[in-house]
């Protein structure tokens, strides 16, 4: 099976460049839009000292099961315009809802059997485009019902844990250096500093931090999304693995039981939709990472997806 890939440009508030992946044109197939984690990557998921081309095997994968799939350069990165330090968590939605349409108005997509599958931030951008698109299903990874403010507190009590854990010199520098109540604390000045202002940045701790962005989602708690999704009425898929450091699967249980939404929380996958045997160390984040992306997508992710895709909106 061929699959073609081509570069599109989106129409929106700033042309966004994307990349559509597809295996026949000349039928009308359901298409998959995929909305990507937080940060500078590109539509691959890829960049300066990281390759992971996490988004393009999505792409791939769902190519091969017979969607017509876009993603997308996040704005003011790579081939998309605009300002990445001026864009709030709105902006990012409204790019996202104008790549759902672009997808739409393809010739060779079925107008109503869309998804947009959301990835890290991305899934809190899927679940917001819920209320501004009619779509016909979600599929997060990494991030379901999980606000920003939530996922840093989580990611800052696994380092304590880990560091709690450590022995020897360099064990008793990190519980030194690194105080759990003054990292949370920071966190709420962080935010609490962002819905105070309406500068495009604000200085954090030796850094300065986009203030639109973190007001956004300073606006909205993990129940917030829960609730939405929960409103939203058509199939979810939402995965999150047990070995995921940045989103917390725990969170998962704000869903259960409501029949339109199907949760999983496959045994040691980790955040970039890979499973390892040993513990991922949130303090050596970037290697292990770099280890795991060496291995393809996990096959029990894969087929959890390809399962839900066969009941919910079946390609062929």
Same mark, same amino acid.
């Given at each position: 099976m061929k699959i073609t890939e081509k570069e599109v440009t989106i129409k =929106?508030?700033? *042309? @966004? =460049? #994307? !990349? /559509?992946t597809y295996t026949d044109e000349n039928r009308k197939s359901p298409a998959i839009v995929i909305i990507m984690g !937080? =940060?500078?990557? *590109?539509? *691959?998921g890829n960049g300066a000292g990281f390759h992971s081309d996490i988004y393009k095997d999505l792409a791939n994968l769902f190519a091969e099961q017979g969607f017509a799939c876009i993603r997308y350069d996040k704005r003011g990165t790579h081939r998309s315009g605009g300002s990445f330090n001026a864009a709030g968590l709105s902006d990012l939605v409204n *790019? #996202? /809802?104008s790549a759902v349409r672009y997808m739409k108005e393809q010739p060779y997509v079925n107008e109503n059997r869309v998804i947009v599958c959301g990835h890290s931030e991305g899934a809190? @951008?899927?679940t917001l485009l819920s209320e501004k698109e009619d779509t016909a299903g979600l599929i997060l990874l990494g991030g379901a019902a999980t606000s920003l403010k939530d996922a840093l507190y989580y990611q800052n009590t696994l380092a304590a844990e880990e560091i709690g854990k450590k022995d020897g010199f360099s064990g008793a520098l990190l519980k030194r250096s690194f105080d759990l109540k003054k990292q949370l604390a920071m966190i709420d000045d962080m935010f609490e500093k962002s819905s105070k202002t309406d500068k495009e940045k604000i200085f954090v701790r030796g850094a300065f931090m986009p203030a639109k962005w973190l007001r956004e989602h300073g606006s909205y708690s993990s129940q917030d999304f829960a609730d939405i999704l929960k409103k939203y009425g058509r199939p979810v898929l939402a995965v999150t693995g047990t070995a995921d450091i940045q989103a917390d699967h725990r969170n998962l249980d704000l869903l259960k039981e409501q029949p339109h939404i199907s949760c999983y929380a496959p045994e040691r996958l980790g955040h970039v939709l890979r499973k390892s045997d040993d513990n991922i160390s949130i303090l050596e984040v970037n290697k292990d990472y770099r280890r795991l992306l060496k291995e393809p997508i996990d096959s029990e992710l894969i087929g959890i997806a390809e399962d839900w895709l066969r009941q919910y909106c079946p390609a062929r």
């Open positions: =929106g508030e700033f *042309d @966004i =460049g #994307a !990349t /559509v !937080t =940060g500078k990557l *590109d539509r *691959d *790019d #996202a /809802v809190m @951008i899927a």
